[in-house]
């Protein structure tokens, strides 16, 4: 009596169905520890930040994170990262990125509220959709200008920048800022209306405009416009008029008399450098 051999794939197949209950367990294993990777991993201690930045991880993971963000004579900001996964389609991943003034540092709405998509690639950092929102008087602002400011600013743009030696370089950039209620004091505080900033930043070259907003009954009329070269090695030069309304104050109109001669027309030319340490 002759026995039936036993067919060769019923002996295979506990092998088999072990050999993929163990990748199903590491798969699932490599899964769970990417979805938690902590934040800590990233290498904040070699990003190159400019003098007096600091960025110090506070908690989270990789994928949905918060950071404390450190700036020169202005107050700390809390940053919330969150994974875009639609940016792994794209095959270059991407973090919304929000950041506000953080109110324990900042008590006032005077800090800037920002948000922007961040993408990175190999030596290359994209920032898409950039929009945010500050106080004209807010302690970053009043950083980076000598009269103190009041107002309200809305901005938006895009930027791309690139990996070098001395860390993340801005290769190109456009920026559109409008400030509302915009007001300067020098020897005492002057309105000026609302005002329209674009700026484009491409091969080289940095060029900006800077006017009334349309539709702007306000006590200012004219344009200036902005040339030079990116980085910023000398004093742009500016071009372009200015024109006092019917609006404006007697002490518009007497610092703006200060800039030039005007014409029969009222206009004052600007033909010139802008001044500034550079």
Known sequence: MSRTPLKEPALRRPRSLIGLGVFIVLVSWFTALLATAPITLIPVSRLTLPPGVQLQPLGGTVWHGQWRLSLPRAPDMTVQTDFLPSSVFRLQLAWHVRAQTDARTSPTNAGPNLGANVAIGINRLD????????????????????????????????????????????????????????????????????????????????????????????????????????????????????????????????????????????????????????
Do not use: C
């Open 127 to 278: 920032v898409r959709n950039f929009q945010g929102r500050m106080s004209a008087d807010s302690p970053l602002i009043a950083s980076l200008t000598a009269w103190p400011l009041s107002g309200l600013i809305d901005f938006s743009g895009d930027a791309s920048l690139v990996r070098t030696k001395r860390g993340f370089d801005l290769q190109a950039a456009r920026a559109t800022a409008n400030w509302r209620n915009a007001e300067i004091t020098t020897t005492e505080p002057l309105a000026l209306g609302d005002l329209v900033f674009d700026a484009n930043i491409a091969q080289g070259q940095l060029n900006a405009t800077v006017k009334p907003a349309p539709n702007n009954a306000g006590p200012l009329l004219g344009e200036l416009n902005l040339a030079g070269t990116w980085p910023v090695a000398k004093a742009p030069a500016v071009r372009g008029y200015v024109q006092p309304t019917a609006r404006a104050s007697a002490a518009l109109r007497q610092q703006l008399s200060l800039l030039g001669r005007p014409d029969a027309s009222g206009k004052i030319t600007i033909q010139g450098v802008l001044p500034g340490r550079y």
